[in-house]
């Protein structure tokens, strides 16, 4: 049995965290890939439904972080779901650009464990100065 009460109200029935936050993974809606984790608020995943678009609480800004708002790399929010205790939520997202890392790669699961080494494994598909000027 599962601890989500689907007959709450839908923001409620969520356990947000001690700070009001939710992990969010967003996962690409076509190939399956996890693009990227980041952390939703109330305010945030309200906004999210309500625009189509994936809308983010940045802990290090402490404000609402709209994906793709400097990089250009928008994810429009395909379907939301929660799992069997309404404390993960799972994105599925059509990514602009195919670029979700501020790295400039598709993802931000880029490095893979090789003996006792990190290795970053997916290329840069672009520079990412020439995606924030910077």
Same mark, same amino acid.
């Given at each position: 049995?599962?601890? =989500? @009460? /689907?007959?709450q109200?839908?923001?409620?029935?969520?356990?947000?965290?001690?700070?009001? &936050? $939710? /992990?969010?993974?967003?996962?690409?809606? +076509?190939?399956? *890939?996890? $693009? &990227?984790?980041?952390?939703? @608020?109330?305010?945030? $995943?309200?906004?999210?439904? @309500?625009?189509g678009?994936?809308? #983010?609480?940045? *802990?290090?800004r402490?404000?609402?972080?709209?994906?793709?708002?400097?990089?250009?790399?928008?994810? *429009?929010? *395909?379907?939301?779901?929660?799992?069997?205790?309404?404390?993960? =939520? =799972?994105?599925?997202?059509?990514?602009?650009?195919?670029?979700a890392?501020?790295?400039?790669?598709?993802?931000?699961?880029? #490095?893979? =464990?090789?003996?006792? &080494?990190?290795?970053?494994?997916? /290329?840069?598909?672009?520079? /990412?100065?020439?995606? #924030? +000027?910077?």
């Amino acid at each position: 049995m599962s601890d =989500l @009460n /689907p007959a709450q109200d839908w923001l409620d029935a969520l356990k947000w965290d001690e700070q009001g &936050m $939710l /992990p969010v993974i967003a996962q690409d809606a +076509g190939s399956g *890939r996890v $693009l &990227m984790f980041a952390f939703m @608020n109330r305010q945030s $995943l309200q906004e999210t439904v @309500n625009s189509g678009s994936a809308v #983010y609480w940045s *802990r290090s800004r402490k404000r609402a972080w709209r994906k793709g708002e400097e990089s250009g790399h928008a994810q *429009r929010v *395909r379907s939301i779901r929660t799992d069997c205790d309404g404390d993960v =939520l =799972l994105l599925a997202i059509d990514q602009t650009g195919g670029i979700a890392c501020h790295t400039g790669r598709e993802s931000c699961f880029f #490095y893979q =464990l090789q003996g006792e &080494m990190w290795a970053a494994v997916d /290329p840069v598909l672009k520079d /990412p100065r020439e995606i #924030y +000027g910077k």
